[in-house]
């Protein structure tokens, strides 16, 4: 079975676990408890707390083959050069991002003994460790204002996963992967009522909505329209803000899409924790 957690999903950290888990199910009989073998994505949690996070969820840093990176923003790589120094993970970035990294003061020093570029335009190739699974991951570059920022396609047993967090606006191509997807992780990061009468400076308001900065909930809601087909069994909304959203509101949001579309009944609807563990979810 495929599972996923959020660690944590804001400006605050972010950091998520995909990952593939047997059933435990031998001839009827409930067999010795298995391991979770997965992927990172994004390095936003210290070690301490991800170490903490994965054993509440029988896991831990033996279980992770690889981190992805999604960009070079702090939430998302704050404790990435830890990562590489202390447990020497594999870590999968698109080149301009890998550049990126190897001359960010918080990565420069301990990155470039981990970096792997992942090819452009490629379904790549990282095995899960213990098990005889591989994931397929391939990259497509959304507008956000980082160095480069990527969402990911993520193929695990025949599980179609999907992330786009950190994107000021969709586009074809994200489509296109969003349409295809089993499990989708989507930004939903402000209620433009709350921005606008918010007390953020007029620059930074414009920074947020501006197309290169981050997706409304109007915006995700829009998105769900175009995108849901039958085989859309999970949404998860990401990345909300804590200055100018609630999950309340990004939740009936995302809801009100879904049921104009005829799809609520059909998927599993959640909006992830920004400061906590997400439960890990069996998609």
Request: net charge negative.
């Amino acid at each position: 079975m495929i599972r996923f957690m959020s660690f944590s999903s804001g400006s605050c950290g972010n950091s998520y676990f995909l990952a593939w888990q047997p059933d435990g199910i031998e001839d009827g009989f409930l067999s010795t408890p298995s391991r979770p073998s997965g992927i990172l994505i994004d390095a936003g949690v210290s070690l301490r707390r991800l170490k903490r996070e994965l054993g509440n969820a029988g896991a831990g840093f033996s279980d992770i083959s690889a981190v992805l990176v999604s960009h070079d923003h702090m939430d998302h790589i704050r404790f990435l050069g830890s990562y590489c120094k202390r447990l020497a993970f594999p870590v999968y970035s698109s080149a301009t991002v890998a550049g990126a990294l190897r001359n960010h003061p918080f990565t420069s020093q301990y990155f470039p003994s981990c970096g792997r570029v992942m090819e452009e335009g490629e379904w790549n190739r990282i095995p899960l460790v213990g098990i005889p699974v591989v994931a397929e991951v391939r990259y497509f570059v959304v507008p956000h204002d980082a160095t480069q920022t990527v969402g990911f396609a993520i193929m695990i047993d025949g599980h179609r996963f999907v992330i786009i967090t950190d994107c000021g606006r969709m586009t074809e191509e994200a489509v296109e992967y969003a349409s295809k997807a089993d499990t989708l992780v989507i930004e939903s990061n402000y209620d433009a009522e709350m921005l606008r009468n918010g007390p953020y400076t007029e620059d930074l308001k414009k920074r947020i909505c501006g197309g290169h900065g981050h997706m409304s909930n109007d915006e995700c809601a829009q998105t769900l329209k175009t995108v849901w087909h039958p085989g859309l069994k999970n949404i998860f909304l990401c990345h909300l803000s804590e200055n100018n959203n609630t999950p309340e509101l990004a939740f009936a949001s995302a809801s009100a899409a879904l049921e104009a579309v005829g799809a609520l009944k059909e998927v599993n609807l959640h909006a992830l924790p920004r400061t906590y563990p997400s439960p890990f979810y069996v998609l």
